[in-house]
C-alpha cells in the first residue's frame, strides 16, 4: 500500500449534505436562492448533526484527516453546537468557521441570517471558550461573502481577530475559474470540496482529479498542473493555509499521526506506476484503505471506529431528510 498524509478539506459547507442535487445546474445567486438559503433557513439541530456525521464520514472515507466547516445558517446558536457535536463524534480534526452575514436581503439573504458584526463576535467569542482549542478543533470566523459584508461589519470582525488572534476565511472571487496572476504570484493554494449542494460530494480524491482537469481544459495545456502538485495543495498546501504546517500536512518525525493507507490493488488503480498519478487520476473511496487521525484509525476496511455504521447514518438521515423536504 501507499502511505500518504491525510487530505486536508479547507472548504465546506456540512448542512448541504442534506441538499445533494437541489438545484443542480443554476448559476451562484439562482442556486443560492433554490438551494442552500431555503432549506439553511429551516434545518434544525438534529438535521445539523446528522448532515455533520454524513460529511464527516464521507470525508474520512475519501481519506480526509481535517476537514474546515464554513458554518454561515446563524439564526440559532443550537445550530453550531450540533454541527460540531456531529464532527466531532467521527473523529475527523476539524476547524469551525462560525461566519456572519450583516446585509445582503437585497441579493436574497434571508433576513434570519443577518445579525450586527458584534453580536456575531460575541457568539464567536462564546463558541471559543465552550470548545477550547485542543489541536482536535479550533474555532474561527470569517464574512460569509463581500456582498452579505459592510465595510464596517468587516472592520469589527479584523478588529476582533487581531486582539483575539483568531483566524479568519471568507468566499471571495467564486465565479471566476482562475485567476492568472495570482497564481503566477506564488500564492499557497489548498483545496476544497465545497458544500454537497454545489458539488455533490465530500470526497476529496474526486476533487484532486476535478482541480487538475479543470485546469488543463482551461488552459488546453495538459502540463499546466502535475498530479504531485495536486497532492500538495491537498496536504501541505491545505496545512500552510489553515496554519497547521508545523503539525499537519506532511509525514515528518514529530508531527501529527495524520494519514492514509491507499491500497492500489483495484480494478481502477491497477497497474501502479506511478503512485501520484494514480492517487490523482485513477482512485475512488475504495482504495482508502485506513484512515488515521491523531494517530487513530477512524477509519479501516469499510468500518468507523466511531462505532457509527454508514447503513444506519443514512437510514435516519432519511427520516429527516424528508422531513425538511416535506417542510419546503
Ligand atoms: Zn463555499
Not at 471568507?170 to 500564492?187: F, I, P, Q, W, Y
Not at 487513530?296 to 469499510?302: A, D, P, R
Request: aromatic share 8%; net charge negative.
Amino acid at each position: 500500500m501507499f502511505l500518504f498524509p491525510g487530505f486536508i478539506n479547507t472548504h465546506i459547507h456540512i448542512f448541504q449534505s442534506f441538499l445533494k442535487g437541489l438545484g443542480a445546474d443554476h448559476r451562484l445567486i439562482e442556486w443560492l436562492n433554490l438551494s442552500a438559503l431555503p432549506y439553511g433557513k429551516v434545518m434544525t439541530p438534529r438535521q445539523h448533526e446528522l448532515a455533520a456525521r454524513l460529511a464527516c464520514m464521507e470525508a474520512l472515507k475519501s481519506g480526509c484527516t481535517t476537514l474546515c466547516e464554513f458554518f454561515y445558517t446563524n439564526q440559532d446558536p443550537e445550530l453550531a453546537h450540533a454541527c460540531i457535536e456531529g464532527m466531532q463524534s467521527t473523529g475527523i480534526r476539524s476547524v469551525f468557521i462560525r461566519t456572519f452575514q450583516d446585509t445582503g436581503e437585497e441579493y436574497g439573504m434571508p433576513s434570519a441570517f443577518i445579525e450586527p458584526a458584534e453580536k456575531a463576535m460575541r457568539e464567536v467569542e462564546k463558541l471559543r471558550k465552550r470548545y477550547r482549542e485542543d489541536g482536535m478543533l479550533s474555532v474561527w470566523t470569517g464574512p460569509d461573502v463581500t456582498w452579505s459584508t459592510t465595510a464596517d461589519g468587516y472592520r469589527t470582525m479584523l478588529e476582533y481577530c487581531l486582539g483575539e488572534n483568531v483566524r479568519y476565511s471568507m468566499h471571495l472571487k467564486e465565479t471566476e475559474v482562475d485567476h492568472e496572476m495570482s497564481l503566477r504570484a506564488g500564492v499557497n493554494v489548498a483545496l476544497g470540496t465545497d458544500g454537497a449542494a454545489s458539488n455533490n460530494s465530500t470526497d476529496m480524491l474526486e476533487t484532486m482529479k476535478l482541480a487538475a482537469l479543470i485546469q488543463k481544459g482551461f488552459h488546453r495545456d495538459a502540463s499546466v498542473m502535475a498530479a504531485d502538485q495536486v497532492i500538495r495543495m491537498a496536504t501541505c498546501g491545505g496545512a500552510k493555509a489553515i496554519g497547521t504546517e508545523k503539525e499537519t500536512g506532511t509525514l515528518e518525525t514529530g508531527k501529527k499521526a495524520d494519514m492514509i493507507l491507499f491500497d492500489p490493488q483495484h480494478l481502477k488503480s491497477f497497474p501502479d506506476h506511478d503512485a501520484e498519478a494514480t492517487v490523482v487520476y485513477a482512485s475512488s473511496e475504495e482504495n482508502i484503505d485506513t484512515t488515521i487521525v491523531n494517530g487513530k484509525v477512524v477509519y479501516h476496511k469499510g468500518a468507523f471506529a466511531s462505532g457509527l455504521s454508514e447503513k444506519e447514518l443514512i437510514r435516519e438521515c432519511s427520516e429527516e431528510v424528508e422531513k425538511m423536504r416535506k417542510q419546503i
